[in-house]
């Protein structure tokens, strides 16, 4: 069965059932007309017989669930059936050669998809067009590299320079792959650097050729440098621009700043993943940042002012309120990483209470006086309610 018969035959008209017909009546009316066509029944009759092989053929595809599917969506896409390869124009019909739209089918020209601009260049693939024996474009190969950032370059962006390794053309044989230029096309893939196998339901798939390792072109005098591959080693320094707010082991895309395409193709893309070094004062938490300051007691029980440092700006005042547990987290806003539409997260300042290690005469005096002073008053004992808890009151 040809391409073209695929495309045009009307296989629910020849079964007589709607194209919605369920697999039941499809088989129904298969049953129906074969008996009544069968070249037994009809002993001599040429047009019985034709009528027979076009009621089998059309039973072969609608029968099959994965042949009717593929069957519906290429005359879904081809005007359902209204291309007549030569015929009249008239409702639901044009008036030109089907090879016309294919790129032309003369000998030489490849069958479906042989003519230079035709749609056979789009869905050559799927067809099993070869293209007219041209170089299809290859893309370039996506590559991938490691930055490490200080802090707080992640926070406000930065750029970098950035030395990659890639397959470019080579300069020795100028992409040929030909010490002496003039590399000859594949015989295999006519030039495509693809080969069609048979995918079922008049359709085809395509693989890349492995005699020209998906090249479309052959080297007769394979170039020493690149061996007849057309690609050879090459580094370059970049500067890339790394976007603020970035966060460590994220993995940023830069679109055509891969590997350089072939014969006209697109380049790949680069993938950099981002290593953020730590800070000796600061975390991230998401946008926001974070910081511990240590606070005295008398700070911390009798409220105040502190100074909380901050990256890279001056240091903001907190209002300690009195009373102010250890552990407690306060927030300095627009002081955090900056975030994609250009703001900027918080700065999370979490509150360590101090307690010092020696005593002072005067200052241990001064809290035996304060214990005692607060004994017996509410609140005082600060694990009674945790016994409490533990005895089930």
Do not use: W
Request: with cysteine; charged share 25%.
């Amino acid at each position: 069965m040809s391409t073209k018969d695929f495309i045009e035959k009307d296989y629910y008209k020849v079964l007589g059932v709607p194209k919605d017909a369920t697999e039941a009546e499809i088989k129904k009316a298969y049953r129906k007309l074969a008996r009544e066509f069968h070249p037994d029944a009809n002993k001599g009759d040429a047009k019985a017989e034709e009528r027979f092989k076009e009621v089998s053929e059309a039973n072969d595809v609608l029968a099959d669930p994965k042949k009717r599917k593929e069957y519906d969506e290429a005359r879904a896409l081809f005007g359902n059936g209204g291309f007549r390869a030569g015929g009249p124009g008239g409702a639901g019909q044009f008036n030109f050669d089907l090879g016309d739209l294919f790129g032309g089918t003369q000998p030489g020209a490849g069958g479906f998809g042989g003519g230079s601009g035709g749609i056979g260049d789009v869905f050559g693939g799927l067809f099993g067009g070869r293209g007219g024996g041209r170089t299809q474009p290859r893309r370039g190969q996506d590559i991938e590299s490691e930055v490490t950032l200080a802090f707080d370059e992640a926070v406000e962006g930065a750029t970098v320079p950035l030395r990659m390794s890639s397959s470019a053309a080579c300069k020795t044989c100028a992409g040929t792959g030909d010490q002496n230029g003039t590399p000859r096309v594949c015989p295999t893939c006519v030039g495509t650097g693809q080969v069609s196998r048979g995918g079922g339901g008049g359709f085809s798939l395509t693989d890349p050729c492995v005699d020209c390792k998906g090249r479309g072109m052959i080297a007769e005098n394979p170039c020493e440098v690149c061996r007849g591959s057309g690609r050879a080693k090459s580094s370059r320094t970049m500067q890339v621009r790394i976007p603020a707010g970035v966060a460590d082991g994220q993995r940023i895309r830069l679109r055509g700043k891969g590997s350089p395409g072939e014969r006209g193709g697109p380049a790949g893309d680069l993938y950099v993943v981002v290593n953020v070094a730590k800070h000796p004062v600061f975390g991230r938490r998401g946008d926001n940042l974070t910081v511990t300051v240590p606070v005295t007691f008398p700070e911390a029980a009798l409220g105040g002012e502190i100074s909380v440092p901050t990256l890279g700006g001056p240091a903001v005042k907190l209002k300690l309120p009195p009373g102010t547990p250890n552990g407690r987290t306060m927030r300095a806003r627009g002081k955090g990483a900056v975030r994609k539409d250009g703001t900027r997260g918080d700065l999370l300042v979490t509150v360590e209470v101090q307690v010092p290690a020696e005593l002072e005469d005067k200052a241990r005096q001064t809290l035996e006086a304060y214990q005692r002073a607060t004994e017996g008053a509410d609140g005082a004992d600060p694990r009674a309610a945790l016994f409490q808890a533990a005895e089930g009151d």
